[in-house]
T-cell receptor, first 114, second 113 residues
Framework: AQKVTQAQTEISVVEKEDVTLDCVYETRDTTYYLFWYKQPPSGELVFLIR??????QNEISGRYSWNFQKSTSSFNFTITASQVVDSAVYFC???????????FGTGTSLTVIP | ETGVTQTPRHLVMGMTNKKSLKCEQH?????MYWYKQSAKKPLELMFV???????ENNSVPSRFSPECPNSSHLFLHLHTLQPEDSALYLC????????????FGPGTRLLVL
């Protein structure tokens, strides 16, 4: 069965600190997608990144970076030099490659304190 | 209007009421989705429509009835709901062959009394 665990329910950091959001997943599929979404207070989910299971290269996009470790079934998300605008709930998700079914974690609420 | 819009943004209804949630996408997509987001629970996919045809129904109770009259509009008709149905209902859209890249609306916050 597919499952995504985000053990950190809430995190608070002071502005400019780095913060890492953890994501651990379970799947029996050998090919799958992993995602991160951001949900600001306005409610809509904003797509951040999608990774294929066969591509373990880490990715950096500005202040955001993602560390995909297949050996530990983890897909962690790091925000460098956090800003107040980063305050949101962040969701990690998993999906099979041939089916439009997402399995979301319960989310991590990040608060960046000015 | 751009992106995915949802109305109303907030809804309070009694258990005997009938109401409808509306979603409209302005992205030229041909697949639309309803999700339920309850407190402390993972986001749950409810329904998927591809080219106006329902392709997924994840064991959703019949008190939720979706309708997709065209590729741009999606409705969720609600009747005789229960208090545990109170949640944020999110709509999303995508290209049918790019389901992994979905664009979400702001959601309707539903409270069932």
């Amino acid at each position: 069965a597919q499952k995504v665990t985000q053990a950190q329910t809430e995190i608070s950091v002071v502005e400019k600190e780095d913060v890492t959001l953890d994501c651990v997943y379970e799947t029996r599929d050998t090919t799958y997608y992993l995602f991160w979404y951001k949900q600001p207070p306005s409610g809509e989910l904003v797509f951040l990144i999608r990774r294929n299971s066969f591509d373990e290269q880490n990715e950096i996009s500005g202040r955001y970076s993602w560390n995909f470790q297949k050996s530990t079934s983890s897909f962690n998300f790091t925000i460098t030099a956090s800003q107040v605008v980063d305050s949101a709930v962040y969701f990690c998700a998993l999906s099979e490659m041939n089916r439009s079914q997402f399995y979301f974690g319960t989310g991590t609420s990040l608060t960046v304190i000015p | 209007e751009t992106g995915v819009t949802q109305t109303p943004r907030h809804l309070v209804m009694g258990m005997t009421n009938k109401k409808s949630l509306k979603c409209e996408q302005h992205l030229g997509h041909n697949a639309m989705y309803w999700y339920k987001q309850s407190a402390k629970k993972p986001l749950e996919l409810m329904f998927v429509y591809n080219f106006k045809e329902q392709t997924e129904n994840n064991s959703v109770p019949s008190r939720f009835s979706p309708e997709c009259p065209n590729s741009s509009h999606l409705f969720l008709h609600l009747h005789t709901l229960q208090p545990e149905d109170s949640a944020l209902y999110l709509c999303a859209s995508s290209q049918e062959d790019r389901w992994e890249t979905q664009y979400f609306g702001p959601g309707t916050r539903l409270l069932v009394l």
